[in-house]
C-alpha cells in the first residue's frame, strides 16, 4: 500500500508543487503524492521552468484547494509555508504532521534570472527534505 502525502502551501503556485513533482519522483511507487493550498492560485511557470532543469516535468500538476481534501487520510500532512501550518485545515485519521518552512520563491524580485537563482535554491532545498522523507521511509 502506498503512503500518501499531502503538502500545503498558501497559493499551491510553487513549494508544494516542487514537493508533490518531487516525491513523485522519488518515491516511486511507494508514494502517492498530492499538494494543495489553503487559497490556491495558478502554477507558477517559474517552478515548472526549474523543475525541468532539475528533470522533473510538473507542467500537467494545477493549483488545488485544500477543502477538496477533506475527506481523504494521509499519512503524512507537510505544511511548506508557516501560513498554511497556521490555517490548516483538520485531516481526520491519525496523519504526521510536518512542517517544512521554505521562503516564498514567487516573492523574488529583481531580473528574471536573479529571480530563477532564487527558485532554484527553494527547489534544491526541496528536494533535500522530500529525500530525507523518502530514505527515511524506504
Same mark, same amino acid.
Given at each position: 500500500?502506498? =503512503? ?10 510553487? *513549494? ?7 516525491? *513523485?519522483?522519488? %518515491? ?5 503524492? $498530492?499538494?494543495?493550498?489553503? =487559497?490556491?492560485? =495558478? /502554477? ?5 521552468? +526549474?523543475? !525541468?532543469?532539475? %528533470? ?16 481523504? $487520510? ?5 505544511? +511548506? ?11 481526520? %485519521?491519525?496523519?504526521? !504532521? /510536518? $512542517? ?5 520563491? #514567487?516573492? #523574488? ?5 536573479? *529571480? !530563477? ?11 533535500? *527534505? ?9
Amino acid at each position: 500500500m502506498k =503512503t500518501k502525502v499531502l503538502f500545503l502551501c498558501t497559493g499551491n503556485s510553487c *513549494r508544494s508543487q516542487m514537493a508533490e513533482g518531487f516525491l *513523485r519522483d522519488l %518515491g516511486g511507487d511507494q508514494f502517492e503524492a $498530492h499538494s494543495a493550498g489553503t =487559497t490556491p492560485s =495558478t /502554477l507558477n511557470p517559474m517552478a515548472v521552468e +526549474v523543475m !525541468r532543469e532539475a %528533470g522533473i516535468d510538473i507542467a500537467g500538476q494545477w493549483s488545488k484547494n485544500a477543502s477538496g481534501y477533506l475527506g481523504e $487520510h494521509f499519512a503524512y500532512i507537510v505544511t +511548506v509555508c508557516d501560513n498554511a501550518k497556521e490555517s490548516c485545515p483538520i485531516f481526520p %485519521g491519525p496523519s504526521r !504532521r /510536518l $512542517h517544512w518552512s521554505f521562503e516564498d520563491p #514567487a516573492d #523574488a524580485t529583481g531580473m528574471d534570472e536573479d *529571480r !530563477r537563482i532564487f527558485f532554484r535554491q527553494v527547489r534544491d532545498k526541496i528536494g533535500a *527534505r522530500v529525500k530525507e522523507l523518502v530514505d527515511k521511509q524506504g
